[in-house]
């Protein structure tokens, strides 16, 4: 039972280059979101899906642009990457958006932008 | 601006010693979660509480959910290395129809053998 499965697990990248975070899910949940975890800072939502086809911003959206073609996938883009990007990026997913039930994170996308 | 402030930021305790943190804010949750992470991994969900007052027990983790459901807090007893993490608290508010979650700073633990 893979569960959230992030790829790649670190990635060095220079200031102005692109790339994307993969997110897969075996578990057929609808919602999946989008974290960045920063020192002290605790986890900070940048987009959400709540199914194929459907997304929405979160908290800190500037700089990144996401697709959800799937249940399954829901893929991060960075554009033009900047230092302030340099974070650990969680991508996580939940049943239903119902109170009680918890997410499942993958093990993280370490970036660095220098 | 809704925050979830966690206390102490950082421990470092003795094997066999008790703890508690904390998780406080000023906005009533209708849940709240706990998870810890350990590093180069997410974090995972350990407990969510419900109700106001609610305990519930882990093995050597106690959870608390204050009467106001506004704070919350975890206690080990007998802390283990094993214990080792980050803890993070999340708590659910209802917005617009939707249940938001937000997440507290996270207290950092090391238990030393």
């Known amino acids: 039972n893979a569960g959230v499965t992030q790829t790649p697990k670190f990635r060095i990248l220079k200031i102005g280059q692109s790339m994307t975070l993969q997110c897969t899910q075996d578990?057929?949940?609808?919602?999946m979101y989008w974290y960045r975890q920063d020192p002290g800072m605790g986890l900070k939502l940048i987009y959400y899906?709540?199914?194929?086809?459907?997304?929405d911003k979160g908290e800190v959206p500037n700089g990144y642009n996401v697709s959800r073609s799937t249940t399954e996938d829901f893929p991060l883009r960075l554009e033009l990457a900047a230092p302030s990007q340099t974070s650990v990026y969680f991508c996580?997913?939940?049943?239903?958006?119902?109170?009680?039930?918890?997410?499942?994170f993958g093990s993280g996308t370490r970036l660095t932008v220098v | 601006t809704q925050l979830l402030e966690q206390s102490p930021q950082f421990l470092s305790i003795q094997e066999g010693e008790n703890l508690t943190v904390y998780c406080n804010s000023s906005?009533?949750?209708?849940?709240l979660q706990w998870y810890r992470q350990e590093p180069g991994e997410g974090p995972v969900l350990l407990v969510t509480?419900?109700?106001?007052?609610e305990v519930k027990k882990l093995k050597r983790l106690t959870f608390q959910f204050g009467d106001a459901r506004k704070d919350s807090s975890l206690h080990i007893t007998a802390a283990q290395p094993g214990d080792t993490g980050l803890y993070l608290c999340?708590?659910?508010?209802?917005?617009?129809?939707?249940?938001?979650?937000?997440f507290g700073t996270g207290t950092r633990l090391k238990v030393l053998a």
């Open positions: 996580a997913s939940r049943r239903d958006p119902q109170r009680n039930y918890g997410y499942t």
């Open positions: 578990m057929n949940h609808n919602y």
């Open positions: 899906s709540v199914g194929a086809g459907i997304t």
């Open positions: 906005s009533v949750f209708s849940s």
């Open positions: 509480v419900v109700t106001g007052g």
């Open positions: 999340a708590g659910a508010l209802l917005t617009s129809g939707t249940y938001k979650y937000i």
